[in-house]
C-alpha cells in the first residue's frame, strides 16, 4: 500500500497512522494528544481557508495545521 500524508486524506475517509517524521517540530506533542503509529484517525472538517483541518482521533476532535499533517504518514482504510 502507498502512504500518504495526513494533509491529503479525504474528508471521511478513515485512515491509520503509519510515522510522523522525526523532522516534525512537535512530534512529542502530538504523542502526547494521542496521534501515535497504528492509531485510526478521519478528517471530519476543514477551515474556510482549508487550514487547520479537524480529525477525530480517539474520540477526541483536534485540528492541525497543515504545515503539520504533512508529516504524519497514514494509510487510507
Known amino acids: 500500500m502507498k502512504h500518504k500524508t495526513l494533509d491529503n486524506i479525504p474528508l471521511g475517509k478513515p485512515a491509520v497512522i503509519v510515522d510522523i517524521s522525526d523532522s516534525s517540530k512537535c512530534k512529542l506533542r502530538l504523542y502526547e494528544i494521542g496521534i501515535t503509529p497504528e492509531?485510526?484517525?478521519?478528517g471530519l472538517f476543514e477551515s474556510p481557508l482549508k487550514n487547520p483541518k479537524a480529525y477525530l482521533i480517539n474520540g477526541t476532535?483536534?485540528?492541525i495545521r497543515n504545515e503539520e499533517a504533512k508529516n504524519i504518514k497514514v494509510i487510507i482504510e
Not at 492509531?39 to 478521519?42: A, E, F, G, Q
Open 39 to 42: 492509531s485510526k484517525i478521519i
Open 61 to 63: 476532535v483536534i485540528a
